[in-house]
């Protein structure tokens, strides 16, 4: 089983569709739990969450292990997810080792999407066997993940007219570019009809090297 953290540094670089589509390859091949901390999960998959959220265990006095699994519901084959729904509000710094200590139990795969929490989320990151910054060839992105966490690798978004290369973000970052993902019309279709789980855009597989 593998625990995989994905975060990015400046938003709107993709981090939850990478998230969401690792834990969908993860899902063909073992059951997979996939923790949202970024809120957006629920609309990439179009499902509808249970009225209890990860944001409400957050906030219970005692968090119990055992009540994290009834905020899951299934957005797919062998695939489950829990979400925050207060994305703007930050857990304590107490719960998140909690949830990291019972991730890192997990006989599941594990992916977490952390958004731009990876700050405040350093125990999840600490837990992973990988953890991922996503970021697209940008200097203001590049930048402002040099202040944060140093991630085991990057994937890449790339586009086209870029100035700055897989060279460039790899040497300005210290690691590897682990996988690069081309800006592709067909996946921005899939998640904003809500359909990524049933409509797995095939520019996606290349993600599947992650696993």
Not at 2 to 16: D, L
Not at 19 to 33: E, G, R
Not at 175 to 196: F, K, S, Y
Request: with cysteine.
């Amino acid at each position: 089983m593998s625990f995989i953290a994905f975060y990015a540094a400046k938003g709107g670089v993709g981090t939850s569709v990478v998230s969401a589509a690792v834990a969908l390859l993860a899902a063909q091949h073992q059951p997979t739990l996939l923790v949202d901390l970024a809120g957006d999960q629920p609309m990439i998959f179009g499902s509808v969450p249970p009225k209890a959220s990860l944001s409400d265990w957050f906030r219970t006095d005692s968090p119990h292990p055992d009540s994290l699994t009834r905020l899951e519901h299934k957005v797919g084959d062998n695939l489950y997810l829990t979400a925050v729904d207060r994305p703007g509000c930050l857990p304590r710094p107490d719960r998140l080792r909690t949830l990291a200590q019972i991730l890192g139990a997990e006989r599941r795969n594990v992916v977490v999407d952390l958004g731009r929490r990876a700050q405040v989320g350093v125990s999840l990151v600490q837990a992973s066997d990988h953890c991922h910054l996503v970021t697209r060839p940008c200097y203001l992105a590049l930048r402002a993940a040099m202040g944060g966490p140093k991630p085991d690798g990057v994937v890449l978004i790339s586009e086209k007219g870029r100035s700055l290369q897989r060279a460039d973000v790899s040497r300005a970052l210290g690691c590897g570019v682990v996988a690069e993902l081309a800006v592709d019309p067909v996946v921005a279709r899939a998640v904003d009809a809500g359909l990524l789980a049933t409509r797995f855009p095939r520019s996606l597989r290349v993600l599947e090297q992650l696993l």
